[in-house]
């Protein structure tokens, strides 16, 4: 079971929280210019990384807002939590250029 740090309540069990996806996934500026399947790129393709990847999580039976957790895909390490809508911390930063993109 993981432990998140929920950056308002604390440390909680991973059954408090429900995952978002990929965080750091820009909304198109003018999505009524997108063809269709950049529309679904934009919709439902994500990176997949080995390795650390920035996460949207909510807690859901805590506070109910939503951060960021950049966890390690295989370890489950977690080496940052940060609220939603700031940039990824540096310390936590790798090779995955699509996550740099902000909120």
Request: with cysteine; net charge negative.
């Amino acid at each position: 079971m993981l432990l998140i740090a929920c950056p308002w309540c604390g440390e909680r069990d991973e059954t408090e929280f429900h995952y978002g996806g990929q965080a750091h996934v820009a909304h198109p500026a003018d999505p009524e210019a997108l063809s269709d399947a950049e529309w679904g790129d934009y919709l439902f393709v994500r990176a997949n990384p080995k390795g650390e990847f920035a996460e949207r999580w909510v807690h859901t039976a805590g506070c109910r807002r939503w951060f960021n957790v950049v966890r390690h895909t295989v370890t489950h390490d977690i080496s940052a939590v940060y609220p939603a809508g700031q940039p990824r911390p540096s310390a936590a930063r790798t090779s995955n250029s699509a996550e740099e993109v902000t909120a």
